[in-house]
C-alpha cells in the first residue's frame, strides 16, 4: 500500500505542476495580447515604469559604481601581469556591456521590484481586490497585471544600461584618478574594441529578455499566491529563488548564442 500511496502522491504532484504550467502560459500570453489595449492607456504603465524604475534606481546605480570599482582594482592586478594595464577600459567595459550590466540588475532587480510585485499583487489577491475586480467584470490581468508587466519589460533595459554606464565610471575612477592608468589609453581602448552590435546590442537583448522573465515570475507568484500572511511569504521567496535561477540559466543560454 505504501508504494501505490507514493505512486499516487507524484502522479499528483506532476499532474500538479502540469496544471501550473498550463495555466502559466496562458497567463503570459493574455498579457502579451493585452499590449495593444494598454498602449490607449500609456499612463498606466508610465506609472509603474515610475515606481519599478525611479524605486530601484539607487540600489542599481550604487551596486554599478561599487562593481566597477571591483572591476577596476582586479583587472588592474590581472592585466598588470602581462603588461597590459592600458587595456583596463575595454575590459570594464566588455565585461559590464556584455555580462555583469544584465545579469547583475536583473537579481537585483528580482529582490528589490520583483518581491514588491509578488507582495503587492499578492495582498490585493488576499483583500479580495481582484475577485472584485472580475465580479465588476474588469480584468485583473489587463488591469492590474499588464501594466506592471510591460513596465517591467520597459524598465530592466534602462536599469541595465544605467548600471554598466555608472560601471564603467567607477572602473574609470579607480584606474585613472587612483592607480595612474592613462586616461587617453582607458578611453581609446574602450572605444576601439567595443563592438556596438555585438557587445552593446547583446546585452541589450539580455536584458530584454531577463525582464520578460523577472517580471512574469514575480507577477505569477503574487497572483497564484495563497490568500493568506504566510502565503504571500512563501511567494516573495520563491520569487527571489526562481527568478535568480531563471536568469542564470538565460544567462548561459543567451550567452551560448550570441558569442559562441
Same mark, same amino acid.
Given at each position: 500500500?505504501?508504494?501505490?500511496?507514493?505512486?499516487?502522491?507524484?502522479? #499528483?504532484? $506532476?499532474?500538479? !505542476? &502540469?496544471?501550473?504550467?498550463?495555466?502559466?502560459?496562458?497567463?503570459?500570453?493574455?498579457?502579451?495580447?493585452?499590449?495593444?489595449?494598454?498602449?490607449?492607456?500609456?499612463?498606466?504603465?508610465? *506609472?509603474?515604469?515610475?515606481? &519599478?524604475? /525611479?524605486?530601484?534606481?539607487? &540600489?542599481?546605480?550604487?551596486?554599478?559604481?561599487?562593481?566597477?570599482?571591483?572591476?577596476?582594482?582586479?583587472?588592474?592586478?590581472?592585466? /598588470?601581469? +602581462?603588461?597590459?594595464?592600458?587595456?583596463?577600459?575595454?575590459?570594464?567595459?566588455?565585461?559590464?556591456?556584455?555580462?555583469?550590466?544584465?545579469?547583475?540588475?536583473?537579481?537585483?532587480?528580482?529582490?528589490?521590484?520583483?518581491?514588491?510585485?509578488?507582495?503587492?499583487?499578492?495582498?490585493?489577491?488576499?483583500?479580495?481586490? !481582484?475577485?472584485?475586480?472580475?465580479?465588476?467584470?474588469? /480584468? @485583473?490581468?489587463?488591469?492590474?497585471? #499588464? @501594466?506592471?508587466?510591460?513596465?517591467?519589460?520597459?524598465?530592466?533595459?534602462?536599469?541595465?544600461?544605467?548600471?554598466?554606464?555608472?560601471?564603467?565610471?567607477?572602473?574609470?575612477?579607480?584606474?585613472?584618478?587612483?592607480? #595612474?592608468? *592613462?586616461?587617453?589609453?582607458?578611453?581609446?581602448?574602450?572605444?576601439?574594441?567595443?563592438? %556596438?552590435?555585438?557587445?552593446?546590442? /547583446?546585452?541589450?537583448?539580455?536584458?530584454? $529578455?531577463? #525582464?520578460?522573465? %523577472?517580471?512574469?515570475?514575480?507577477?505569477?507568484?503574487? +497572483?497564484?499566491?495563497? @490568500?493568506? @500572511?504566510?502565503? $504571500?511569504?512563501?511567494?516573495?521567496?520563491?520569487?527571489? %529563488?526562481?527568478?535568480?535561477?531563471?536568469? !542564470?540559466?538565460? *544567462?548561459?543560454?543567451?550567452?551560448?548564442?550570441?558569442?559562441?
Amino acid at each position: 500500500m505504501m508504494a501505490f500511496d507514493w505512486i499516487a502522491g507524484l502522479g #499528483g504532484r $506532476v499532474r500538479q !505542476l &502540469i496544471m501550473e504550467v498550463g495555466f502559466a502560459a496562458r497567463m503570459f500570453f493574455s498579457v502579451l495580447a493585452s499590449f495593444g489595449r494598454l498602449m490607449r492607456r500609456l499612463r498606466l504603465i508610465t *506609472d509603474q515604469i515610475h515606481f &519599478i524604475g /525611479n524605486h530601484s534606481l539607487l &540600489i542599481i546605480a550604487v551596486s554599478g559604481l561599487f562593481v566597477g570599482f571591483v572591476l577596476g582594482l582586479q583587472g588592474y592586478y590581472t592585466l /598588470n601581469k +602581462y603588461g597590459s594595464e592600458q587595456a583596463l577600459g575595454l575590459l570594464v567595459a566588455l565585461s559590464l556591456t556584455r555580462e555583469l550590466g544584465p545579469v547583475v540588475t536583473a537579481l537585483l532587480f528580482a529582490g528589490r521590484a520583483g518581491t514588491s510585485l509578488t507582495a503587492e499583487i499578492g495582498l490585493m489577491k488576499a483583500g479580495e481586490q !481582484l475577485a472584485a475586480m472580475e465580479m465588476m467584470a474588469v /480584468n @485583473p490581468l489587463e488591469r492590474v497585471v #499588464g @501594466p506592471r508587466f510591460w513596465a517591467g519589460v520597459i524598465a530592466m533595459p534602462l536599469l541595465a544600461a544605467i548600471f554598466s554606464a555608472v560601471g564603467i565610471l567607477g572602473g574609470y575612477i579607480v584606474g585613472v584618478h587612483m592607480i #595612474g592608468v *592613462d586616461e587617453g589609453a582607458f578611453w581609446s581602448q574602450m572605444q576601439a574594441g567595443v563592438d %556596438v552590435w555585438k557587445d552593446i546590442v /547583446n546585452g541589450v537583448v539580455k536584458s530584454i $529578455v531577463f #525582464g520578460f522573465a %523577472v517580471t512574469f515570475i514575480a507577477l505569477f507568484q503574487g +497572483y497564484e499566491a495563497q @490568500p493568506t @500572511p504566510e502565503g $504571500v511569504a512563501r511567494a516573495t521567496t520563491r520569487t527571489v %529563488v526562481i527568478a535568480s535561477l531563471v536568469v !542564470l540559466w538565460l *544567462d548561459f543560454v543567451l550567452t551560448a548564442l550570441m558569442f559562441s
